[in-house]
T-cell receptor, first 113, second 114 residues
Framework: GAVVSQHPSRVICKSGTSVKIECRSL??????MFWYRQFPKQSLMLMATSNEGSKATYEQGVEKDKFLINHASLTLSTLTVTSAHPEDSSFYICSAQTGYGYTFGSGTRLTVV | AQSVSQHNHHVILSEAASLELGCNYSYGGTVNLFWYVQYPGQHLQLLLKYFSGDPLVKGIKGFEAEFIKSKFSFNLRKPSVQWSDTAEYFCAVIRMDSSYKLIFGSGTRLLVRP
């Protein structure tokens, strides 16, 4: 149980376009989800906390207008990278809080060309 | 600011060697502690966690970790590693106050040679 499905797993987009990443809790309701970013050979950096039905809480230094987070239902949170630039290329991972701790999506590798 | 430190960035061991990976955190309040593993090409998986009680925690695949509150440490151990343990290991901490955010250490890349 407590599975989080993240889609897409890989995406390549052109500079200036927007990309949406979805994170779904399949067998539980996730009132809180987290979005992380992982640079090559580095740790996961928390970007924002997504709460169902309210605005996301962003970590210091994360541009809220660039990384739009929507958590409209108890099973879906989305991260939209707007006006993507090559420096936004990274591995994005979502996570949901469960009764047993935290479960992670499989990640999305974004490449902006 | 809270931080999680993993002092070993790269570890290379031979099969059957013993493993200990260090993890220290800087927050003085109540914390929950985790170790996650990321095998090549796969997503993060929980190895073990500490919430309260016995400070020696046993996880999956023969891993264990010991919470030493006085040292702010939660080191991961395995008596005898296998080639299949080659992966990246992340220590993570949650502050049990208003934040409840899972903060990760920088990770330790383990290579086990057959």
């Amino acid at each position: 149980g407590a599975v989080v499905s993240q889609h897409p797993s890989r995406v390549i987009c052109k500079s200036g376009t927007s990309v949406k990443i979805e994170c779904r809790s399949l067998d539980f309701q996730a009132t809180t989800m987290f979005w992380y970013r992982q640079f090559p050979k580095q740790s996961l950096m928390l970007m924002a906390t997504s709460n169902e039905g309210s605005k996301a809480t962003y970590e210091q230094g994360v541009e809220k207008d660039k990384f739009l987070i929507n958590h409209a239902s108890l099973t879906l949170s989305t991260l939209t990278v707007t006006s993507a630039h090559p420096e936004d290329s990274s591995f994005y991972i979502c996570s949901a809080q469960t009764g047993y701790g935290y479960t992670f999506g499989s990640g999305t590798r974004l490449t902006v060309v | 600011a809270q931080s999680v430190s993993q002092h070993n960035h790269h570890v290379i061991l031979s099969e059957a060697a013993s493993l200990e990976l260090g993890c220290n955190y800087s927050y003085g309040g109540t914390v929950n502690l985790f170790w996650y593993v990321q095998y090549p090409g796969q997503h993060l998986q929980l190895l073990l966690k500490y919430f309260s009680g016995d400070p020696l925690v046993k996880g999956i695949k023969g891993f264990e970790a010991e919470f030493i509150k006085s040292k702010f440490s939660f080191n991961l151990r395995k008596p005898s590693v296998q080639w299949s343990d080659t992966a990246e290991y992340f220590c993570a901490v949650i502050r049990m106050d208003s934040s409840y955010k899972l903060i990760f250490g920088s990770g330790t890349r383990l290579l086990v040679r057959p």
